[in-house]
């Protein structure tokens, strides 16, 4: 079946450190794959998104890789933030008739100063 | 522009209570749409999809329903809640073909049976 595995967090970090939050995918078909974020008490938001092999997502400095040959779509960013602690998502749809979209368990991030 | 409202933000009911949530999306026709539930300290579950008027499909055996008696109205029903529903609602939409590539969230709805 389909299905998102993420890295239990959570992952705690200083303030401009680098940051990897790991994520496979078993998957039929060629899913498109993305990153949610879900800020305390918000719900979740489109963060980046990649629709096919070696596609690079990026958006306010995160950055992840469609790798298909390994199935994975790891979240990365060169320096974290404090304003960066939220949940992040990975997640895969389906393009075929089904439209399911599968969601990772979620990774915490906690950045501190 | 398309946008997706669900409401209501949040509510409070007791056990045995009716539950209807209510996600409406504009801007856009023929939707899939989708009801996720985001437990206390936990994931996203897939509840339920749809693909058209009439169309469900539940992902999970539960104590919950789902509608879609127009193309872009989208609701989650239970007739008698129990403790474990509680937990942060999320409606969902994409589009088909290729725009379906982004998936667009509701503001999500707080449910708290006591």
């Known amino acids: 079946g389909n299905s998102v595995t993420q890295m239990e967090g959570p992952v705690t970090l200083s303030e401009e450190a680098f940051l990897t939050i790991n994520c496979t995918y078993t998957a039929t078909g060629y899913p498109s794959l993305f990153w949610y974020v879900q800020y305390p008490g918000e719900g979740l938001q489109l963060l980046l998104k990649?629709?096919?092999?070696?596609d690079k997502g990026s958006n306010k400095g995160f950055e992840a890789t469609y790798r298909k040959e390994t199935t994975s779509f790891h979240l990365e960013k060169g320096s974290v933030q404090v304003s960066d602690s939220a949940v992040y998502f990975c997640a895969l749809k389906r393009m075929d008739s089904s439209y399911k979209l599968i969601f990772g368990s979620g990774t915490r991030l906690l950045v501190r100063p | 522009s398309q946008t997706i409202h669900q409401w209501p933000a949040t509510l409070v009911q007791p056990v045995g209570s009716p539950l209807s949530l209510e996600c409406t999306v504009e801007g856009t026709s023929n939707p899939n749409l989708y009801w996720y539930r985001q437990a206390a300290g936990r994931g996203l579950q897939l509840l339920f999809y749809?693909?058209?008027?009439?169309?469900i499909s539940s992902e999970v055996p539960q104590n919950l329903s789902a509608s879609r008696p127009q193309d872009r109205q989208f609701i989650l029903s239970s007739k008698k809640l129990l403790l474990s529903d509680s937990g942060f609602y999320l409606c969902?939409?994409?589009?088909?073909?290729?725009?379906?590539?982004?998936?667009?969230f509701g503001e999500g709805s707080w449910l708290t049976v006591v």
């Open positions: 990649a629709t096919k092999a070696d």
């Open positions: 749809s693909v058209g008027i009439g169309q």
């Open positions: 969902a939409w994409t589009g088909i073909g290729t725009s379906g590539n982004t998936i667009y």
